[in-house]
């Protein structure tokens, strides 16, 4: 017994690494050991890929649709959703999102159910029965085989040394008695190799029938792992079907959800940190909402503030300010009073753009343009390089630089030099783009932050020229225009000051009926200045500004004082309907410091009462003891 065990021991070492064994090596032919050799890595990849593919389940393996439907995450999001929608008004818009949302997890929920239980029926449950019974069922055949192949084989060998002892006539005692034995002993042998090798044949022939089967069905077996990757994208193909369908219901519905009024003029768009080509088309504008909202507010209160760009804005204002001009532009007007906070809003709008609004693509150009000596030819560079611009990034330009060169007529007052606004708004108008890898970069950056500033410099102070004709700062409407001595006209400029003779010193009453006279929009040049303050208008007359130059000019007049107040000497009314016109008029010596008095409207029946009344931002003065006023340009 000992010497049996002994022996199979031996040749279960002299077994192959491959799984090739001498027992059925010597019945197998090249092509069927090499199949041997595949049934063990074969039933170990089974056997894992199962076992793992079964733990990407999320629901319980073997249940019906319903019961696993509920074991499912996306169901348990879809419950969650369902019992949140209940909370809010299902006539709002997260509402109607919620409710739809909720509906298309629970419809993904159960695309996921149909995945899965096809998953069980053609993938896994094959996969199961390869690992645990079909390959097993081939191993078992082989081990058989084996063993019966090793006991053959040793029966072969006593059968052997049997043969040899009774051929030599040696018994068990050495007489006739013993041969006897010793021949009985070799037949029993030989019977029992008999019985065993027709065994083992049988064996064989099974072992080599399940090799074939295995052989044929190879590529059956591959179909599981190309069947999993065809249910999977067919799930994934029905997930984004419903999600498709889903999104543009929930789109169209929530496009068509009523706004308020305020949203109907301007609807929410995202505006800050947006590519500005993008921005307008959204939009519909030609002018980006941030730069148009802030200049007009600016005109209209900011524009003598001292700092203005330069001194920071509250960080809460600042950020209540950038929401407020993204939802709903038409609620701005509570930010007019804080200046800094509207130039702040400006300055990140700026800054926040992807590309500058003179663009990368002209960077090296806007360089080469700066480092120019010679003025002349600076200004032609400049000038070139402007044309090449795309047609938004022109048009916002100009619209920035022909503000900010009339904030820069204010400087007396605002500090803000052309020098001054370049160095705060330069870095945000163009910056270098961004190279990774480039250690020089910020030297590089610096030395350009510098010309920048001499290049947006030189663009302020030769707006009229870079930029010319005059522009409509309010272009979209969209927002309460500037002040009168704020906004400069469309009118060409031949058609500012028209040209009026000055009229010869006769009295004229005008009619109340006479017609008014069009509208005129007059030069940022000819504004009062300070010293011009104290000339004193003649009682009853009033005009809304006064010229720079001593030459007389188109000055409109309209009554304040009452009935039957005569005009002080030195004054005359000219020919025709449209009130008074003045020559060479100078203040008493003794006059006054001019102080604020409220707007009249004129009278009817009196000089200048058809004319067109003064804007209600501009402020009159009130100037000596003759009570006459004058209009002039408000802070």
Known sequence: ???????????????????????????????????????EPAKRAAHNVHKRLQACLQGQSGADMDKRVKKLPLMALSTTMAESFKELDPDSSMGKALEMSCAIQNQLARILAELEMTLERDVLQPLNRLSEEELPAILKHKKSLQKLV?????????????????????????????????ANKVEMLKE????????????????????????????????????????????????????DTALAELRENHSQTDPSPSMMAAPFSRVYGVPLGTHLRELGRDIALPIEACVT????????????????????????????????????????????????????????????????DLYDDWMRAASLKEPGARLEALQEVCSRLPRENLSNLRYLMKFLARLAEEQEVNKMTPS??????????????????????????????????????????????????????NVSGLFSGP?????????????????????????????????????????????????????????GLQHPRLPSSPTPGPWLWQPCDPPGSAPP???????????????????????????????????PGLPGANLPHPSLSERTYRCGPGGGRRGGRGP
């Not at 804005?313 to 939802?327: C, D, Y």
């Not at 004054?571 to 203040?587: D, E, F, L, M, V």
Request: with cysteine.
């Open 1 to 39: 017994m000992m010497k049996r065990q002994l022996h199979r021991m031996r040749q279960l070492a002299h077994t192959g690494s491959l799984g090739r064994t001498p027992e059925t090596a010597e019945f197998l032919g090249e092509d069927l050991q090499q199949v041997e050799q595949r049934l």
């Open 192 to 243: 029992e190799e008999e019985e065993l090798k027709r065994k083992v044949e049988q064996c064989k022939d099974e072992y080599l029938a399940d090799l074939y089967h295995f052989a044929t069905k190879e590529d059956t077996y591959a179909n599981y792992f190309i069947h999993l990757m065809e249910i999977q994208a067919d799930y994934h193909r029905k997930s984004l079907s419903s999600l």
């Open 420 to 473: 001054n606004i370049a160095i705060v708004l330069g870095p945000n108008l163009l910056w270098p783009p961004e190279k990774e890898g480039d250690l020089a970069q910020l030297d590089a950056a610096s030395v350009s932050s510098i010309q920048v500033v001499g290049m947006v410099e030189a663009l302020i102070q030769n707006a009229d020229t870079l930029f010319p004709g005059d522009i409509n700062f």
């Open 150 to 182: 090793s006991d053959w084989n040793t029966l072969k060998s006593r059968l052997s040394q049997a043969a040899k002892n009774s051929g030599s006539g040696q018994g068990l005692g050495g007489g006739p008695g013993s041969y006897t034995t010793t």
């Open 297 to 360: 507010m600016l005109l209209s209160e900011g524009m003598k503030e001292e700092g203005l760009f330069r001194l920071a804005a509250g960080a809460s204002v600042l950020k209540r300010l950038k929401q407020t001009m993204a939802s709903d532009p038409c609620s701005l007007q509570e930010f007019c009073s804080d200046p800094h906070a509207v130039a702040g809003a400006l300055k990140s709008y700026l800054r926040e753009l992807p590309e500058p609004l003179m663009t990368f």
């Open 569 to 603: 000497s030195g004054w005359q009314q000219p020919p025709g309907p449209h009130g008074a016109t003045p020559i060479a008029p100078h203040c008493p010596p003794a006059c006054p410091a001019p102080e604020p008095a409220s707007t009249s409207l004129p009278q």
């Open 483 to 539: 002040a009168p001595q704020d906004k400069v006209s469309d009118r060409p400029a031949s058609e500012e000051l028209p040209s009026i003779a000055t009229p010869t010193p006769a009295a004229v009453p005008a009619p109340a009926s006479a017609p008014a006279p069009a509208s005129v929009a007059l030069k940022e040049s000819q504004a009062p200045s300070a010293g011009q303050a104290h000339h004193a208008a003649p009682p």
